[in-house]
């Protein structure tokens, strides 16, 4: 059964920091293209960053390039975002998403607020 779950979120104030975690199991996680996704009350969940398989080649949405970073670690079957300078703007609720055999699968999601 395949299962992603998200951790790491939490209440951190602006300027701050956070590393979110997502623990793959029941598929070949090391060949998976892996995102991470966000949605905020009232609205739509937003991609934020995608990496690709073993290259780990990495894709961000413009207006998180320069402050989060998503990476795997294939031996422990775990995504990565490691977020700085977190604005209130960033608070929301946080996805890890893989599509494999033509179904998309999500988390339960880990909440971030940034906020003073």
């Known amino acids: 059964q395949l299962q992603l779950v998200e951790s790491g979120g939490g209440l951190v104030q602006p300027g701050g920091s956070l590393t979110l975690s997502c623990a793959a199991s029941?598929?070949?996680?090391?060949?998976?293209?892996m995102k991470w996704y966000r949605q905020a009350p009232g609205k739509e969940r937003e991609w934020l960053a995608t990496?690709?398989?073993?290259?780990?080649?990495?894709l961000y949405l413009p207006s998180v390039k320069d402050r989060f970073t998503i990476s795997r670690d294939n031996a422990k079957n775990t995504l990565t975002l490691q977020m700085n300078n977190l604005e209130p703007g960033d608070s929301a609720v946080y996805f890890c998403?893989?599509?494999?055999?033509?179904?998309?699968?999500w988390g339960q999601g880990t909440q971030v607020t940034v906020s003073s």
């Open positions: 998403n893989v599509w494999t055999s033509g179904l998309g699968y």
């Open positions: 029941g598929f070949t996680f090391s060949t998976a293209a």
């Open positions: 990496i690709r398989d073993v290259a780990g080649n990495t």
